[in-house]
């Protein structure tokens, strides 16, 4: 299994433009989610997805976009680059849906993206 | 602990030391509670977790300690190696099973 790739590792965009952060995982996880971390803090929740098809809002969630057409990709979406954009991205998966002691997120590699 | 801001808490130790890392949560809602470690450069790797039933866990050198109470968690490292340098990570639930909020971090400096 590769895991939880995510592509491309490094960007930089200029303000205004738009861009699509890839993420995939072979593990056939139901959840997967994206999260924002910025220099001194913890990751935060930007959107998540329970299943193909269904996604919703995570603490952080103004300036992007996801959708859910795959149990496989999870793509997150930036309509119009702001530098408040400026970030690394990870993106995650488990299984099964809820929280269980035994379950494991796992996150991908991270994609560190700067907006001019 | 963890804290606010732009500096990340920082925890020394010298190599084959006990580490003791803690974290205050603040969601009384949260029942689910999770320690991670991040390298440089890589993605979050899931240590131990523990669930609010519990006030105590243990894995291979890591022990986890929950105190409901004064909303307190903290991470346990027995004999800490060179390898365990990084920034630990604690989240929490908030009673959610679908989000976890993480804390800001502490970084671990293990000296040889």
């Known amino acids: 299994n590769a895991g939880v790739t995510q592509t491309p590792k490094f960007q930089v965009l200029k303000t205004g433009q738009s861009m699509t952060l890839q993420c995939a995982q072979d593990?056939?996880?139901?959840?997967m989610s994206w999260y924002r971390q910025d220099p001194g803090m913890g990751l935060r929740l930007i959107h998540y997805s329970v299943g193909a098809g269904i996604t919703d809002q995570g603490e952080v969630p103004n300036g992007y976009n996801v959708s859910r057409s795959t149990t496989e990709d999870f793509p997150l979406r930036l309509l119009s680059a702001a530098p408040s954009q400026t970030s690394v991205y990870f993106c995650a998966s488990r299984s099964p849906r809820g929280f269980h002691p035994t379950d494991t997120q796992y996150f991908g590699p991270g994609t560190r993206l700067t907006v001019l | 602990g963890e804290s606010v801001g732009l500096h990340l808490p920082t925890l020394s130790v010298q190599e084959g030391d006990n580490s003791i890392i803690n974290c205050a949560y603040s969601?009384?809602?949260?029942?689910?509670f999770i320690w991670y470690k991040q390298e440089s450069g890589k993605g979050p790797q899931f240590i131990i977790d523990i669930r609010s039933n519990m006030d105590k866990r243990q894995g291979q050198r890591v022990t986890v300690l929950l105190n409901k109470t004064v909303k307190h968690l903290s991470l346990q490292i027995a004999a800490t190696q060179p390898g365990d340098s990084a920034v630990y990570f604690c989240?929490?639930?908030?009673?959610?099973?679908?989000?976890?909020?993480f804390g800001k971090g502490t970084l671990l400096t293990v000296n040889p």
């Open positions: 593990m056939n996880h139901e959840y």
């Open positions: 969601n009384s809602a949260s029942d689910y």
């Open positions: 989240a929490e639930n908030g009673g959610s099973n679908y989000k976890l909020t």
